[in-house]
């Protein structure tokens, strides 16, 4: 077995993010163990399993299977994990609100884990939209295992998001006996489409402003703000997006801040004012507050 050891900043909790990954969700992309995660990647078009450590100062990365692509593999955890953000200014935002000061100690090191395939999070996005969240972990995994890379190791299945070529030639009728709605079937196959035929791709917004990606997203059918800000803050880690019309988002601030339940654009723009450039960590923060630890929480 080949091991990677991969540096980790000053600012960075194992334990915060593993709880993250869990949440007590069954999520079929990842498992999660008392102190580690494994993961399945695409490593040159090949699977590879990976199992991450948490050790001393470091991550250990044991490849499991597959090729021992050490930049590669460093990339994609990397990026998972934002590794290379520094949270001090972060953490000097919310110390200097009464209300929120608190998150710098109790989830000190946790970091806006994200999902590097720009596809997987528009199709998750959609997936959780306007469903409990149990059930969308349910609606996932059957996508999943019916048309993704499936790899056994030790007895254990583990998968790999289907691909948009794949997902472009369903018919509504296939995903509807999934139990996706009409609606959410003919999104996921658009998006799928513009993906395979090379309309859009995580390189090319990665050349766009925010404005101009969101402005992309927005025009293919079945993105609204909320998904182009989701997939954007997840995906290209734009920590400008805000996830406008999130219900955990605002159940947060009615908690935390007294605003109410529906607030205002205009109020929660003069909130974000407060941590500008840090838009996306104070709103993955905030679904952090609703719950504790070993608890669920409502936000994908």
């Known amino acids: 077995m080949n091991q990677i050891f991969l540096p ?3 600012q960075f909790s194992f334990q915060e993010c593993l709880w993250f990954l869990d949440r007590n969700y069954d999520d079929c992309l990842h498992e999660v163990r008392e102190n580690s995660v494994l993961k399945l990647l695409s490593i040159h078009e090949k699977p590879t399993l990976i199992e991450i450590k948490a050790l001393d100062n470091h991550l250990q990365i044991d490849v499991l ?4 692509a050490k930049d590669e593999i460093c990339h994609f955890v990397t990026e998972w994990f934002d590794l290379e953000r520094d949270l001090m200014p972060f953490y000097q935002l919310l110390a200097k609100d009464d209300d929120l000061a608190y998150m710098v100690t109790d989830y000190h090191g946790l970091r806006l884990l994200g999902i590097p ?8 996005s959609i997936i959780g939209q306007q469903i409990n969240l149990s059930f969308a972990y349910k609606l996932k995994r ?8 499936k790899q056994t190791y030790e007895g254990k299945d583990f998968y790999l998001f289907p691909k948009p070529e794949i997902i472009a030639k ?7 006996n999934m139990q996706f709605s009409t609606r959410k079937a003919e999104y996921l196959m658009e998006i799928a489409r513009t993906f395979s035929e ?3 791709s995580k390189t090319m917004l990665e050349g766009f402003s925010t404005a101009e990606a969101i402005k992309a997203l927005v025009a293919i059918r079945g993105i609204g703000e909320w998904t182009a800000n989701y997939a954007l803050m997840k995906s290209l880690k734009r920590l400008e997006c805000v996830t406008y019309g999130d219900v955990g988002l605002y159940n947060a601030l009615n908690a935390l801040k007294g605003l109410p339940k529906k607030p205002l654009r205009a ?15 104070t ?5 952090r507050s609703l719950a504790v630890k070993n608890k669920a929480i409502q936000s994908i």
């Open 117 to 124: 395939d720009l596809f997987e999070a528009l199709c998750w």
């Open 198 to 200: 090379k309309i859009l």
């Open 170 to 176: 369903l018919t509504v009728e296939e995903l509807r």
């Open 142 to 149: 059957r996508l999943t295992e019916t048309y993704g890379y």
């Open 283 to 287: 709103v993955f923060y905030l679904w």
């Open 8 to 10: 980790v900043p000053p």
């Open 267 to 281: 109020d929660l723009e003069t909130f974000f004012k407060g941590f500008e450039r840090w838009e996306a960590y």
């Open 65 to 68: 299977t597959g090729e021992c």
